[in-house]
């Protein structure tokens, strides 16, 4: 079965909501990171967290290990947020999920 | 900082030849070389893990007559996709490993006509 499930495949939202995207893996995971993937296919790593609360900019990861399941908040999202966000577990090797499609409409 | 250049960035090939691809390391050891391919509309897949002096473990569905891959020395490895056909089309990412950090490239997008 597929290691790393992402929720919800897509979304849309006006500019200033805030965004809650969701990740849940099925085996333990000694590493986990949320990329953001450009329109152009290029992966940018936004946050690991392996567990705890982490936050930067208008971004906020919170990971349950015994739970397995991590979120990704953006707030305030704005129209440059746009585009596809992936959550990644490292379990010896990496899994991604299929990614949360983000729309930001201004 | 650690960087990873892939190149080329894009590529076109004709269906049933063969295009390789490259991955560079800069400011670090990648002692391990790992091969990913997302295709349209899906999320990424390991294709083959290389480590230098090792030998290279592909994962199921890819295999090194189809993908052989050269890693000589820790800060270069290189992937062809042979005979590719349009299933092949997708961005090929690298992801080179130092320890337990893993830095990825811009990728290869591979367009096959």
């Known amino acids: 079965g597929q290691q790393v499930q992402q929720s919800p495949a897509s979304l849309v939202l006006q500019e200033g909501e805030n965004a809650e995207l969701q990740c849940n893996f099925s085996?333990?995971?000694?590493?986990l990171q949320w990329f953001y993937q450009s329109p152009g296919g290029s992966l940018v790593s936004l946050l690991s967290?392996?567990?705890g609360t982490k936050h930067t900019g208008r971004l906020t990861s919170t990971t349950v290990t015994k739970e397995r399941r991590s979120s990704l908040h953006i707030s305030s999202s704005q129209t440059t947020d746009s585009g596809t966000y992936l959550c990644?577990?490292?379990?010896?090797?990496?899994?991604f999920g299929d990614g949360t499609q983000l729309v930001v409409k201004p | 900082g650690a960087l990873v250049y892939q190149y080329p960035r894009r590529t076109i090939c004709k269906s049933g030849t063969s295009m390789r691809m490259e991955c560079q390391a800069v400011?670090?050891?990648?002692?391990?070389v790992a091969w990913y391919r997302q295709s349209p509309q899906k999320t990424f897949e390991l294709i083959a893990l290389?480590?230098?002096?090792?030998?290279?473990?592909?994962e199921q569905n890819f295999t090194q007559e189809k993908f052989p891959i050269s890693h000589p020395n820790l800060s270069f490895s290189s992937m062809t996709v042979l005979n590719a056909y349009l299933e092949d089309r997708g961005l090929y990412l690298c992801g080179a490993i130092q320890g337990s950090e893993q830095y990825f490239g811009p990728g290869t997008r591979l367009t096959v006509l």
């Open positions: 990644a577990i490292d379990n010896n090797r990496i899994f």
């Open positions: 400011g670090f050891q990648a002692t391990s």
């Open positions: 967290n392996p567990s």
């Open positions: 085996s333990t995971a000694t590493q």
């Open positions: 290389s480590t230098v002096n090792s030998a290279i473990k592909y």
